[in-house]
């Protein structure tokens, strides 16, 4: 059977004055078996070309805190070690971590996340600090993360972090090491180039975030609240209580007069005006509802409820909840709803239209979908957090997102199958709603809305993009 270990930390030589250290990369375990070693990094491996006493003193020196002094030409491309290129083989496969300082614990650490560019000398006459890095604090100090670039670096203290940053304060080899990184680079290629200029920092962040599996946290479904925490219930505690219920829905009759799914798909389109002297009636609504967002299975599986909805969602969390702003419908009173799934019905959160903020979130739904008429019914999409980030880590709000989209396109096709207006809208005010339903934003508030409505009789079918 093969031994798997960490790669073992020995004691390595007293710190001297060199300023380029190499070590093993975080999270690198070390699998020998009969003569043969291999480096395992989840999701790749690499197996060493050869397994003898020098080999295992180097990996024991590069996986000790101190790391291997290297020659700080190895930047320029030349050679880490005499009489071995291991470490360069390593280095340029992804395998090393790079510190410029006096030690492990000093100066700034880089930290590959892939194969990094071909090291070269590079001379930009101003360098800039990327529009693209973000400074976070970790555990072991602080990160600069940088989406675009094939690494993060890792400063001990927010001292070096300036120091090594700010251009007077950075030696020589610390700016050659950030050129090489992608952090420092020439101001013109990001204001210059489109795939540069594209991205905003924050949403360049979060798509590498929520996309790349992390090796100092863990990744996706690993419920790691699970004895921290009780799981968040299905339905959220302490909700009002439903005051109007819906009519039943016959699936027979819905049957008989649906389109088919190709015609849904090919008469979808974004309404953005109602008809009020024909608008919205109770009942319709109700189907609405009972067709996109009901409950129609909740289970508990080793204590965590779970549920089935029409539309799909990441492990039967279905966190988003469902928020009403009715203006005109008839038989329903204007005002802002609760819908709960479970017993297909309305609970009241505030009164008619006059709360100011409830006021204001009107007038941000006509605003965003360029029509000076406002809706018939803006729902709000809002995610209960803890349903899904009490089991999914660093990619739980991208999850909340592709659920917002499933759900949209779900209410679009039946909308259009029931001959109703609707239209989704790229933005709203998260803060408006909170203030209006008076939830915590850190625990519930809204990502998503859709305006619903009876179509205006100017609007008529046309070959056009939504």
């Known amino acids: 059977m093969p031994e798997t270990a960490t790669a073992p930390r020995l004691p390595s030589p007293a710190r001297s004055s060199a300023s380029l250290r190499l070590g093993l990369a975080p999270d690198v375990w070390l699998a020998r078996d009969a003569g043969r070693a291999v480096l395992v990094r989840w999701p790749r491996s690499r197996t060493l070309a050869r397994w003898d006493a020098a080999t295992e003193e180097l990996l024991t020196r590069l996986g000790s805190p101190e790391g291997v002094e290297a020659d700080p030409g190895l930047l320029d491309g030349g050679p880490a070690l005499p009489g071995t290129d291991l470490p360069e083989q390593l ?6 971590t790079v510190t410029v300082g006096t030690g492990s614990a000093h100066g700034v650490t880089v930290l590959p996340r892939r194969r990094p560019p071909h090291r070269r000398p590079r001379s930009v006459p101003q360098p800039h600090l990327s529009r693209h890095a973000v400074l976070v604090p970790a555990d072991d100090g602080w990160r600069l993360e940088a989406p675009h670039s094939w690494c993060d670096l890792r400063f001990p203290d927010l001292e070096q972090t300036h120091r090594c940053l700010e251009g007077p304060g950075r030696t020589g080899l610390e700016e050659q090491l950030l050129l090489w990184c992608g952090v420092l680079v020439d101001p013109r290629e990001e204001r210059e180039d489109l795939g540069h200029r594209q991205w905003s920092a924050h949403e360049l962040w979060f798509h590498e975030r929520s996309r790349r599996y992390r090796r100092e946290r863990g990744f996706g479904g690993t419920f790691w609240a699970r004895g921290a925490f009780p799981p968040p219930p299905l339905r959220p505690d302490g909700a009002a209580a439903v005051t109007v219920r819906f009519d039943p829905v016959d699936p027979a009759t819905i049957g008989a007069r649906s389109l088919s799914l190709h015609r849904a798909l090919e008469d979808r389109r974004s309404v953005r005006r109602h008809d009020d002297e024909a608008p919205l009636d109770r009942h319709r609504l109700g189907e609405f509802l009972h067709r996109t967002a009901r409950l129609r299975l909740a289970q508990e599986v080793d204590g965590v409820e779970y549920g089935s909805k029409p539309y799909p969602s990441g492990g039967s969390v279905y966190e988003t909840e469902l928020y009403l702003l009715v203006r005109r419908v008839q038989g329903l009173s204007p005002g802002l709803w609760r819908y709960d799934p479970a017993e297909h019905g309305l609970a009241p959160v505030r009164e008619g239209l006059g709360h100011p903020d409830v006021a204001a979130l009107l007038r941000e739904a006509a605003h965003s979908s360029t029509v000076d008429a406002p809706p018939q019914v803006t729902v709000l999409m ?35 199958d029931m001959g109703l207006a609707a239209c989704a809208i790229g933005s709203g005010d998260s803060d408006l709603f909170s203030r209006a339903t008076g939830l915590d934003p850190l625990e519930c508030t809204s990502v998503g809305e859709l305006l619903l409505g009876t179509p205006h009789p100017d609007e008529r079918f046309q070959e056009r993009p939504a």
């Open 91 to 96: 280095l340029d496969d992804g395998w090393l």
């Open 382 to 416: 809002a995610p209960r957090f803890g349903r899904i980030l009490w089991k999914y880590e660093q990619m739980g709000y991208a999850v909340m997102l592709k659920h917002v989209g499933v759900l949209m396109q779900t209410m679009y096709l039946v909308a259009t």
